[in-house]
């Protein structure tokens, strides 16, 4: 059974700091991983999607890197500022099956201080 | 303006009675989905539509019904089955060729 784990559950910086948000999953046979940033009491907003073929994508001060092999993506968010807070999850669609659904992580609520 | 939206934003009712979410895509996708969010759990698949007329069970079912009569609608009923029913809940619709879901904005739900 495909399980997602976002580690830490919750991280402060101060602004202007480069960050890092980890995500692991245990099934390595994934079509893709999504990044969504969800603020306090909205709907999720993607911000990034890999595809199972791909190594990393890039938006903005954002990169988002995959590795299938060891079951692990991370989330580079570059020169922070207080406009980052908020709770960023991430999500696999499984290889396979007929739902296409996701299965998501439980985030990481990140405060970025002024 | 493209996107998802979800009435209302806030919803309150008494326990015992059936409530019904509303979920509207103008994005012309043809997937859509219904998901519950829980304080300290990840997101939760209750029902999915993958096109008008056929809809599947997601991993949290029980207690709840959708309807995929349009292309762009899919409510969702929370009935009084529903033994917690109390949560965030979010819509999210997929384009085929990209794979991306998007989502909308959630309504939140209190029973009492």
């Known amino acids: 059974k495909q399980e997602v784990t976002q580690i830490p559950a919750a991280l402060s910086v101060p602004e202007g700091e480069n960050l890092v948000l980890n995500c692991s999953f245990t099934d390595s046979a994934i079509y893709n991983l999504q990044w969504f940033r969800q603020d306090p009491g909205k709907g999720l907003t993607s911000l990034l999607l890999i595809q199972s073929s791909q190594r990393e994508q890039t938006s903005g001060r954002l990169n988002a890197s995959l590795d299938k092999s060891s079951g692990r993506s991370t989330l580079y968010i570059a020169a922070s500022q207080p406009g980052d807070s908020a709770t960023y999850l991430c999500?696999?669609?499984?290889?396979?099956?007929?739902?296409?659904?996701?299965?998501f992580g439980t985030g990481t609520l990140l405060a970025v201080q002024p | 303006d493209g996107g998802i939206t979800q009435s209302p934003k806030y919803l309150f009712r008494k326990e015992g009675q059936n409530v019904t979410l509303s979920c509207e895509q103008n994005?012309?996708?043809?997937?859509m989905y219904w998901y519950r969010q829980d304080p300290g759990q990840g997101l939760r698949l209750i029902y999915y539509s993958q096109i008008v007329n056929d809809f599947q069970k997601g991993d949290i079912a029980e207690g709840y019904s959708v309807s995929r009569e349009k292309k762009e609608s899919f409510p969702l009923t929370v009935t009084s089955a529903q033994k917690n029913p109390t949560a965030f809940y979010l819509c999210?619709?997929?384009?085929?060729?990209?794979?991306?879901?998007?989502f909308g904005p959630g309504t939140r739900l209190t029973v009492t």
């Open positions: 999500a696999v669609r499984p290889y396979g099956g007929a739902t296409n659904k996701l299965i």
């Open positions: 999210a619709s997929k384009d085929r060729d990209v794979g991306e879901q998007y």
């Open positions: 994005l012309n996708h043809d997937a």
